[in-house]
């Protein structure tokens, strides 16, 4: 198989604290993660790609003082919301992709992590 | 534009019923097609990968691509109350490259 999870699977924190999301691989080693978050009904919003050992790549318009990600093994990634406000309130799914070809060089997703900020 | 557009939705059938979902896309780069399925609350699913043009079935799923047309589809046969759930398209230009995902198409199949 290829199973990633996410821990926690649901957070609740005050505003202007700091909020940290793991995503493990669970059966195989993944080079490369991403980051999402996604709003309801809305489609997933990629916010970062990390690779293992090296800095994360953040995509235009995502503040990377504020989200934090790690990626210091081949089977963890952290992202850290730092000083949370209620507008960093989401839905947030990492994935996970694993060396080779074809379909198993494929994304897979975490189950995601629903954060909210009070 | 977006590069990606999905139909939107929602979609609802009854049990039994052929199902069509559809994206279309702008960028002709685009070589790998994937279909993700993402229940309620839940990450999203790979369910079909496919490159280049052409039909690619598993089960009662079957991934067509038209790369003339920059459009691609998943049908659903014989639908089930299972698969209602949110259905997105992603595709990408490369195998190591980052996939852009549509917005997605809810299912609700009716028993």
Known sequence: GAVVSQHPSRVICKSGTSVKIECRSLDFQATTMFWY??????????????????????EQG???DKFLINHASLTLSTLTVTSAHPEDSSFYICSARRSGGGPTYEQYFGPGTRLTVT | QKEVEQD???LSVPEGAIVSLNCTYSNSAFQYFMWYRQYSRKGPELLMYTYSSGNKEDGRFTAQV??????ISLFIRDSQPSDSATYLCAMKNTNAGKSTFGDGTTLTVKP
């Open chain 1, 62 to 64: 995502v503040e990377k």
């Open chain 2, 8 to 10: 939107p939705g929602p």
């Open chain 1, 37 to 58: 978050r996604q709003f309801p009904k809305k489609s997933l919003m990629l916010m970062a790609t990390s690779n293992e050992g090296s800095k994360a790549t953040y």
């Open chain 2, 66 to 71: 038209d790369k003339s047309s920059k459009y």
